[in-house]
């Protein structure tokens, strides 16, 4: 009987190989199926059901079949029902977030990586990154409320940061309105009686004329008398990684990475990486900027769109002082320094030193320094103060840090004190955020491009990022940079997604800036 058993079950695989080669199905597995909402300017625009095995195929289906417009590429979503990016400003972009049995998250991949599982909910909504939240954290007090009985209900976004508060929200709490506080909070004076205990919420943002400040959210409280409805997401830490043991052949992972980047070069940063090897780069970054710029004019080039221009043009060859007859320095030096960001000071500092550029403009070098020193942030950490740069808000940022490390480090000797002493700060300040493992967390997370500018930034002003100051007991800077390794000679933006382009390029930039410094 074992015997026949197993020659039936040789045979039935070789005919359905057989169907398999002629084309005949012999029973497809079904696509996952998962629920879709799409949020625009004012309400929902869309919301049900489709089948797809990544995200982009289920958004794109379901928009398709409800004949709703929608260009999505690449990975990214370029506009919905004739709403792109960026209409409402720069900061503006359609973004989603993914709702499944271990709570409300943003997902690290664009949504042509977004594998889809079954069953979980994503949420494609429009806004500004710098002020929409969206709620992944629901408490109730007193925890297990009663019916009939007062009950107080916070509303927060859970991030790497900790809670932050969503305020000024419009709550629907059964058939009743409420606006949260500043804390997020908003007080039920009797919690009303039902037969099922179930109660239906809905919390959001919309505003006039403007983009909402919080990405609408729905669903049911269960109510009982014995748990608790709150909902709270906890991002996840990687505070058990030992990255001590991990190995380290630092040519071997620049040859690996370039080779893969050559193969693959068809980007402005790539450009500028690649060029440290003597490899020219695709140029069709420049054509799509030269169409740009005819078609919408150079003052409509954003500061860092025109820095990234000027120095992929250096890097494949060409000059930017002439670039289909436009003087693109002297277009972004002569702008005025009041318009410009952290990051627009810093590179186009860096600009300045890869140009080779004299101070006839109205920014000179001096103008940038004196910018970027002044806004350098203070974060009180216990009795010590830390300093550094971020692009926004009050937390130091390990990327915009590392960057202006790299940007200042033409000036880091006796003759410029001031960048001397803010430079020596913001490595003390790196290495005292720095976890026991090696990383460096932004208030977002944990991932790759964080140390890959650190790496960079501490190379240039020559200090070692496998040095005492940034070994801890389970790790260092570069072995935690490695761990974030993927496959086929690429690096991957989180420990739990998959490889990643940018992340790629940014490992080949700081393995190779690090290398060069050890020379």
Same mark, same amino acid.
């Given at each position: 009987?074992?015997?026949?058993? #197993?020659? #039936?079950?040789?045979?039935?695989?070789?005919?359905?190989?057989?169907?398999?080669?002629?084309?005949?199905?012999?029973?497809?597995?079904?696509?996952?199926?998962?629920?879709?909402?799409?949020?625009?300017?004012?309400?929902?625009?869309?919301?049900?059901?489709?089948?797809?095995?990544?995200?982009?195929?289920?958004?794109?289906?379901?928009?398709?079949?409800?004949? &709703?417009?929608?260009?999505?590429?690449?990975?990214? &979503?370029?506009?919905?029902?004739?709403?792109?990016?960026?209409?409402?400003?720069?900061?503006?972009?359609?973004?989603?977030?993914?709702?499944?049995?271990?709570?409300?998250?943003?997902?690290?991949?664009?949504?042509?990586?977004?594998?889809?599982?079954?069953?979980?909910?994503?949420?494609?909504?429009?806004?500004?990154?710098?002020?929409?939240?969206?709620?992944?954290?629901?408490?109730?007090?007193?925890?297990?409320?009663?019916?009939?009985?007062?009950?107080?209900?916070?509303?927060?976004?859970?991030?790497?940061?900790?809670?932050?508060?969503?305020?000024?929200?419009?709550?629907?709490?059964?058939?009743?309105?409420?606006?949260?506080?500043?804390?997020?909070?908003?007080?039920?004076?009797?919690?009303?009686?039902?037969?099922?205990?179930?109660?239906?919420?809905?919390?959001?943002?919309?505003?006039?004329?403007?983009?909402?400040?919080?990405?609408?959210?729905?669903?049911?409280?269960?109510?009982?008398?014995?748990?608790?409805?709150?909902?709270?997401?906890?991002?996840?830490?990687?505070?058990?990684?030992?990255?001590?043991?991990?190995?380290?052949?630092?040519?071997?992972?620049?040859?690996?990475?370039?080779?893969?980047?050559?193969?693959?070069?068809?980007?402005?940063?790539?450009?500028?990486?690649?060029?440290?090897?003597?490899?020219?780069?695709?140029?069709?970054?420049?054509?799509?900027?030269?169409?740009?710029?005819?078609?919408?004019?150079?003052?409509?080039?954003?500061?860092?769109?025109?820095?990234?221009?000027?120095?992929?043009?250096?890097?494949?060859?060409?000059?930017?002082?002439?670039?289909?007859?436009?003087?693109?320095?002297?277009?972004?030096?002569?702008?005025?320094?009041?318009?410009?960001?952290?990051?627009?000071?810093?590179?186009?500092? &860096?600009?300045?030193?890869?140009?080779?550029?004299?101070?006839?403009?109205?920014?000179?070098?001096?103008?940038?320094?004196?910018?970027?020193?002044?806004?350098?942030?203070?974060?009180?950490?216990?009795?010590?103060?830390?300093?550094?740069?971020?692009?926004?808000?009050?937390?130091?940022?390990?990327?915009?840090?590392?960057?202006?490390?790299?940007?200042?480090?033409?000036?880091?000797?006796?003759?410029?004190?001031?960048?001397?002493?803010?430079?020596?700060?913001?490595?003390?300040?790196?290495?005292?955020?720095?976890?026991?493992?090696?990383?460096?967390?932004?208030?977002?997370?944990?991932?790759?491009?964080?140390?890959?500018?650190? &790496?960079?930034?501490?190379?240039?002003?020559?200090?070692?990022?496998?040095?005492?100051?940034?070994?801890?007991?389970?790790?260092?800077?570069?072995?935690?940079?490695?761990?974030?390794?993927?496959?086929?000679?690429?690096?991957?933006?989180?420990?739990?997604?998959?490889?990643?382009?940018?992340?790629?390029?940014?490992?080949?930039?700081?393995?190779?800036?690090?290398?060069?410094?050890?020379?």
């Amino acid at each position: 009987m074992k015997k026949r058993g #197993f020659l #039936f079950i040789v045979l039935l695989s070789f005919i359905l190989s057989i169907f398999s080669c002629v084309g005949i199905k012999a029973g497809a597995a079904e696509l996952p199926e998962v629920n879709i909402r799409v949020e625009g300017i004012t309400g929902t625009i869309a919301e049900g059901k489709a089948q797809g095995a990544t995200v982009e195929a289920c958004l794109t289906s379901f928009l398709n079949e409800r004949s &709703i417009e929608n260009n999505i590429s690449g990975g990214w &979503i370029q506009s919905i029902a004739g709403l792109q990016n960026p209409q409402y400003g720069e900061n503006n972009y359609w973004g989603y977030i993914c709702k499944d049995s271990s709570g409300t998250y943003m997902p690290e991949n664009g949504v042509d990586k977004q594998e889809t599982k079954g069953g979980e909910t994503y949420v494609v909504y429009y806004g500004d990154w710098k002020r929409i939240t969206f709620v992944n954290s629901i408490e109730f007090s007193p925890q297990i409320p009663r019916e009939g009985s007062e009950c107080t209900i916070t509303f927060s976004e859970n991030g790497w940061n900790g809670k932050v508060p969503v305020k000024n929200a419009l709550v629907r709490f059964d058939d009743s309105n409420y606006i949260t506080d500043d804390n997020g909070k908003i007080t039920i004076s009797e919690m009303k009686t039902t037969d099922n205990g179930q109660h239906p919420y809905m919390i959001s943002g919309y505003e006039t004329n403007i983009t909402p400040s919080v990405v609408m959210d729905k669903g049911i409280f269960t109510i009982d008398g014995i748990h608790s409805p709150s909902i709270d997401y906890n991002p996840d830490n990687y505070d058990k990684l030992d990255n001590s043991g991990i190995q380290k052949d630092i040519p071997a992972e620049i040859k690996a990475l370039t080779e893969y980047l050559s193969g693959n070069n068809d980007n402005p940063w790539t450009a500028v990486t690649l060029s440290r090897f003597g490899i020219k780069a695709g140029e069709s970054y420049l054509k799509e900027s030269g169409d740009f710029i005819n078609e919408y004019g150079i003052e409509n080039m954003s500061n860092t769109d025109l820095e990234k221009l000027i120095l992929n043009l250096t890097s494949t060859g060409y000059t930017p002082y002439s670039f289909d007859g436009k003087d693109l320095v002297k277009e972004l030096l002569d702008r005025d320094i009041n318009g410009f960001l952290n990051n627009d000071s810093i590179f186009a500092l &860096i600009v300045y030193h890869n140009v080779g550029v004299k101070n006839q403009y109205k920014i000179t070098d001096t103008v940038l320094t004196d910018k970027i020193l002044k806004s350098a942030v203070k974060v009180q950490k216990g009795t010590v103060e830390l300093t550094g740069w971020n692009l926004q808000g009050s937390d130091i940022n390990p990327d915009m840090t590392g960057a202006a490390l790299s940007a200042l480090a033409p000036y880091n000797d006796e003759k410029h004190p001031e960048v001397q002493q803010s430079i020596q700060k913001a490595v003390v300040a790196l290495s005292e955020l720095q976890t026991e493992n090696g990383y460096l967390p932004d208030s977002d997370g944990i991932f790759s491009e964080s140390l890959s500018y650190a &790496i960079t930034g501490l190379a240039a002003v020559g200090v070692n990022p496998e040095g005492v100051q940034f070994t801890k007991l389970k790790g260092d800077l570069i072995s935690a940079l490695l761990s974030f390794k993927g496959t086929a000679g690429q690096y991957k933006h989180s420990l739990t997604g998959g490889n990643d382009y940018v992340a790629t390029q940014q490992a080949l930039m700081a393995l190779y800036s690090y290398n060069e410094s050890k020379k």
